[in-house]
């Protein structure tokens, strides 16, 4: 059983930046494809990064390309969520996920999230 705890959110005006980080139990997690979603009121939980086992290859949902960046510590077990030119539209609760493996499977671990709130 691996437990994901998410950090760093909070309220930040929009072209605001805010750091999340993901910290994991087991050290198994650093062998763990790793994603970010985000679940806005009302919504569905959506895709926003990933990033493989080693970091060498990220992906980014449309609508944070250029501005977000997920990285890796596996020496300390954590994944990071650097997060840019804050908009709006990017209030969400976010949450990491392991194992990612593709937006279509559903990671079974995940973390119990953190608010992001995003004012004009």
């Known amino acids: 059983q691996v437990q994901l705890v998410e950090s760093g959110g909070g309220s930040v005006q929009a072209g605001g930046s805010l750091r999340l980080s993901c910290a994991a139990s087991?050290?198994?997690?650093?062998?763990?494809?790793v994603g970010w979603f985000r679940q806005a009121p009302g919504k569905e939980r959506d895709f926003v990064a990933s990033?493989?086992?080693?970091?060498?290859?990220?992906y980014y949902a449309d609508s944070v390309k250029g501005r977000f960046a997920i990285s890796r510590d596996n020496a300390k077990n954590t994944v990071y969520l650097q997060m840019n030119s804050l908009k709006p539209e990017d209030t969400a609760v976010y949450y990491c996920?392991?194992?990612?493996?593709?937006?279509?499977?559903?990671?079974?671990?995940w973390g119990q999230g953190t608010q992001v709130t995003v004012s004009s």
């Open positions: 996920a392991a194992p990612f493996q593709s937006t279509g499977v559903r990671p079974r671990y």
């Open positions: 087991e050290r198994t997690f650093r062998m763990y494809g």
């Open positions: 990033i493989t086992w080693s970091g060498g290859s990220t």
